[in-house]
Nanobody, 122 residues
Framework: QVQVVESGGGLVQAGGSLRLSCVVS????????MGWYRQAPGNRRALIGS???????NYADSVKGRFTISRDNAKSTIYLQMNNLKPEDTAVYYC????????????????WGQGTQVTVSS
């Protein structure tokens, strides 16, 4: 059984920062490859960044240079540091694990968190 729990969302002004956390609880394996997704109202859920177990990362162009994924394997936690936030970053952010990572893509696995709301005011 794998549980994924995100936290850290909230309301922030444009130009501000937030750090999201994603704790992965599993009895059988570590975090492995993972992805961060977001879904704004009326839009499909979209991949914004991913990381493999060795720390290799990919980012969507919309967040490249502003968002950073990191992990603490000892805490089974993945982080999404979001800087210089913009109103268009407003969305529910989801963490996914158990997927397949390549240097150009991440195919989502079956384990999703419940999401955390990020709202950026102008």
């Amino acid at each position: 059984q794998v549980q994924v729990v995100e936290s850290g969302g909230g309301l922030v002004q444009a130009g501000g920062s937030l750090r999201l956390s994603c704790v992965v609880s599993s009895r059988t394996f570590g975090i492995g490859a993972m992805g961060w997704y977001r879904q704004a109202p009326g839009n499909r859920r979209a991949l914004i960044g991913s990381q493999n177990s060795r720390g290799g990362t990919n980012y969507a162009d919309s967040v490249k240079g502003r968002f950073t994924i990191s992990r603490d394997n000892a805490k089974s936690t993945i982080y999404l540091q979001m800087n210089n936030l913009k109103p268009e970053d407003t969305a529910v952010y989801y963490c996914n694990t158990g997927g397949t990572w390549t240097s150009t893509d991440y195919q989502a696995g079956e384990y999703w968190g419940q999401g955390t709301q990020v709202t950026v005011s102008s």
